[in-house]
C-alpha cells in the first residue's frame, strides 16, 4: 500500500474554484494510475477523475462535466484536481488514490489499492 500525504480541501462559494493535490510517499505515481475520489453524506463513495500514467488517458464521472481537470506532475510526484464553477452537490469527503496494477484510467474504486485519508470540501451557497 502506497501512503498519500493530501492537501487543498476546504470551503469555498459556489461558483469558485478549488485545487486538491496529493503526493504519495514514497512511491513514484508516474508508473501507475491515480484518482480522485468523492462521498457525499448518505452516498457512496464514487469517481471523480482518472488519470493514466502519463496524463494523456483520463476519465471523468458524468457530473464533472467539464468543469474539473485532472492533471499529475510526474517530476514533483503530484497528482491534483482543479475544480472550477463548483455546486454545492460537490461537498463532500474527497480522496485521493492510486491503482498501482494499472497505467490507463480506471473508474472502479475496486481497482485502486492505496487511499489517502480524505479531505472534507464545503461548497457554501
Known amino acids: 500500500q502506497v501512503q498519500m500525504a493530501e492537501s487543498g480541501g476546504g470551503l469555498v462559494q459556489a461558483g469558485g474554484s478549488l485545487t486538491l493535490s496529493c503526493r504519495p510517499i514514497?512511491?513514484?505515481?508516474?508508473?501507475?494510475?491515480m484518482g480522485w475520489f468523492r462521498q457525499a453524506p448518505g452516498k457512496e463513495r464514487e469517481l471523480v477523475a482518472s488519470?493514466?500514467?502519463?496524463?494523456?488517458?483520463?476519465v471523468y464521472a458524468d457530473f464533472v462535466e467539464g468543469r474539473f481537470t485532472i492533471s499529475r506532475d510526474n517530476a514533483k510526484n503530484m497528482i491534483s484536481l482543479q475544480m472550477n464553477s463548483l455546486k454545492s452537490e460537490a461537498s463532500g469527503v474527497y480522496y485521493c488514490a492510486a491503482a498501482t496494477a494499472y497505467r490507463n484510467a480506471v473508474m472502479g474504486a475496486s481497482n485502486y489499492d492505496s487511499w489517502g485519508q480524505g479531505m472534507q470540501v464545503t461548497v457554501s451557497p
Open positions: 488519470s493514466g500514467w502519463r496524463g494523456e488517458h483520463t
Open positions: 514514497g512511491s513514484m505515481i508516474s508508473r501507475y494510475t
